[in-house]
């Protein structure tokens, strides 16, 4: 049974990279499509030299890949013509030219406030000639630890380092203890210190370089080059939102492995082995490949977009935004919604989390979102979309963007309104002000005679009733469990908005080539189970139940170093690595027609060089 987390209703399977910060507003008026390119690129000119001292020369002789063919073939498109039947797959539609090496990747991950450490083994299987070579991984090493950030209630920088320069030492030490041991020949093999046995060297070293806070990704690069050069080998800087988005590849590696696999979903696992071989037998029958193009919904603390990704280097930013992520936004609104004991119980600074908990208490943990009824009912229409949500508590919500349909995400007003409410709770929550704001439980929305508000602040009538204080505490709770689902649920609904948009251009003007089939969804919010509900139900409503939606087990979806292996080693096999005076890069856009020229950079700022 695949391990990725496949929703019903789906189509042909593909796979990507993309993410970065995004661009400037006033470069989103547009949606970044193929078919709205205008402006041509001159050709990239890298430079092959993996020297740490090289510099990138210009030549006019250099051999095109089809990787690098595809980004200039992106570039220099004046005008697609999508309604043409496609006779010939596009050329950036073509797969990356692939070099079947067996690598073993030592990754480190220090983007934020996670330290993170793994050891990746892929190779290229050679068991079904008949089909394309399939990639299949082990995990011989994964571990993260995570900052105690509690007491700044978010993350506080220096905080973050020294607990990068810690703890990543060790964890590293930990890794190396986990690789194989060397034949009896010895060949690029070592000592380790603690063991008397001979281990094989990893083949590559995979670190995250952007985006991230500068201070903290520096202290994972410098102990990467440092390893970079003490075992003499290549190393990559990994973009980290790119790493996000090839989750899913790397967790179908992962279930191609002989043993048991990390990324098996509970759900999967409760299926009977009869079970599991079925709906292996027609996956694979419905979905033969995981081919280009495919929209990637990047969610985390820090980034919120849509992406079209055409190949492992070569995306297409369809929608961001340009002041607060959907995480952050969550993050700010539980910190008010949350009640201050379950503040208080927390273990870490994951707020978005304890209020997808707090709002669904009755979920089980290591659920799937098709095992629990939600008791949600998408819009059917565009109409319904941007409807006011009007509780029953006397408050409303707006939709994000209700009057717009430009391509954009904003969650700013949709946060601000959340803590004004959150406030409010919290301003009339003492025991002589509980009746004129809460509802008591006999007039709760849950109840059958619920028809009216208790009495205002004004209301002369004193024969209202009060309630007590332990009625008061039950009704705030129930009142702020009604909040959080109001707020994820406009949320995610502005987020599925977009999606439908764009494909509903798609249905209109593009060619079964350029058509997206598939939506993988990652991203440390993508691990929100109503999310993936939400997404499934709306794209089904609207007429798109048939594109598949595709998300990382749990587990993967929040920061981690096996992601970072694996895009590094799928980066090297496209014949990529990075310079040992690469520096940190703060903001780093996956677009390939913005400024920063994407993933590979630009001809004057290239972001690695050819090996």
């Known amino acids: 049974m695949r391990q990725l987390n496949l929703f019903h209703g789906s189509g042909l399977r593909a796979w990507t990279a993309r993410g970065g910060l995004g661009i400037s507003r006033a470069r989103q008026v547009r949606p970044q499509q193929p078919w709205n390119i205008k402006q041509a690129s001159p050709p990239r000119t890298m430079s092959t030299s993996h020297d740490p001292t090289s510099t990138p020369k210009p030549t006019s002789t250099q051999t095109s890949t089809p990787e690098s063919t595809c980004n200039m073939h992106i570039a220099h498109r004046n005008k697609a013509n999508w309604a043409q039947p496609d006779q010939n797959v596009p050329e950036y539609v073509r797969p990356t030219k692939r070099l079947p090496t067996e690598l073993l990747t030592l990754a480190i991950e220090t983007s934020c406030d996670d330290t993170c450490v793994a050891l990746l083994q892929s190779y290229e299987s050679t068991e079904n000639l008949k089909n394309k070579p399939e990639m299949v991984a082990h995990l011989l090493f994964n571990k993260k630890i995570t900052s105690d950030q509690r007491q700044f209630g978010g993350v506080h920088p220096a905080v973050a380092v020294e607990w990068h320069q810690r703890h990543l030492a060790t964890l590293v030490q930990e890794a190396i203890q986990s690789l194989p041991e060397a034949g009896p020949s010895g060949n690029q093999s070592y000592q380790t210190m603690r063991k008397p046995k001979q281990h094989i060297k990893p083949d590559l070293i995979a670190v995250t370089r952007g985006p991230g806070m500068p201070t903290s ?17 290549p190393i990559v800087g990994v973009h980290h939102m790119q790493a996000h988005a090839l989750t899913p590849q790397l967790v179908e590696a992962l279930d191609r492995s002989a043993g048991p696999s990390l990324a098996s979903s509970p759900w999967a696992q409760r299926q009977q082995p009869e079970q599991q071989a079925a709906s292996k037998k027609q996956e694979e029958a419905e979905h033969p490949s995981l081919d280009y193009p495919y929209l990637n919904l990047l969610v985390s603390g820090g980034h919120t977009q849509l992406v079209y990704s055409v190949s492992l280097t070569s995306h297409l930013i369809q929608c961001t935004t340009d002041n607060i992520a959907l995480g952050d936004m969550l993050d700010k609104a539980a910190r008010k919604i ?5 503040l208080e119980s927390g273990q870490n600074v994951m ?3 304890a209020l997808e908990r707090f709002a669904f208490p009755r979920f089980p943990a290591g659920a799937d979102e098709r095992e629990y009824n939600f008791e949600y009912t998408p819009p059917a229409t565009r109409a319904a979309e941007i409807e006011q949500h009007s509780s029953p508590y006397g408050w409303h ?12 995400y904003n969650f700013t007003g949709l946060g601000s309104q959340a803590q004004r409410i959150a406030d409010t709770l919290d301003k009339f929550s003492s025991y002589e002000n509980a009746r004129d704001q809460v509802l008591s ?13 208790a009495p205002s602040v004004n209301s002369d009538d004193s024969s209202a009733p009060r309630l007590s204080p332990a009625l008061e505490e039950k009704d705030q709770i129930e009142q702020r469990r009604y909040l959080a689902r109001a707020v994820m649920q406009l949320a995610f609904e502005h987020l599925a908005s977009r999606i439908v948009m764009v494909l509903q251009q798609q249905a209109k003007h593009a060619g079964e080539a350029q058509k997206v089939k598939t939506l993988v969804v990652s991203g440390g919010v993508a691990s929100n189970q109503f999310l993936r509900h939400v997404l499934r139900r709306v794209l089904e409503v609207r007429g798109f139940g048939h594109i598949r939606i595709m998300a990382p087990p749990v587990n993967l979806c929040t920061d981690n170093a096996a992601m970072i292996a694996w895009t590094g ?7 990529w690595v990075s310079k040992l005076d690469m520096l940190p890069i703060k903001k780093w856009s996956m677009s390939s027609t913005g400024e920063q020229g994407g993933i590979l950079g630009t001809d004057q700022k290239p972001f690695y060089v050819r090996r």
Do not use: F, H
Request: aromatic share 8%.
């Open 397 to 408: 919500l707006s939709p994000p963007l209700y009057a717009s349909r430009k391509m954009e």
């Open 351 to 353: 707020y978005a989390a």
């Open 338 to 342: 949350l009640p201050a004991s379950v």
């Open 217 to 233: 990704l520096a202290t994972g690069m410098e102990v990467a080059k440092g390893l970079a050069l003490a075992w003499g080998i």
């Open 569 to 575: 080693s799928e980066m090297y096999r496209a014949g």
């Open 441 to 453: 439980r006999e007039d709760s929305p849950e109840s059958d005679n619920a028809s009216y508000l």
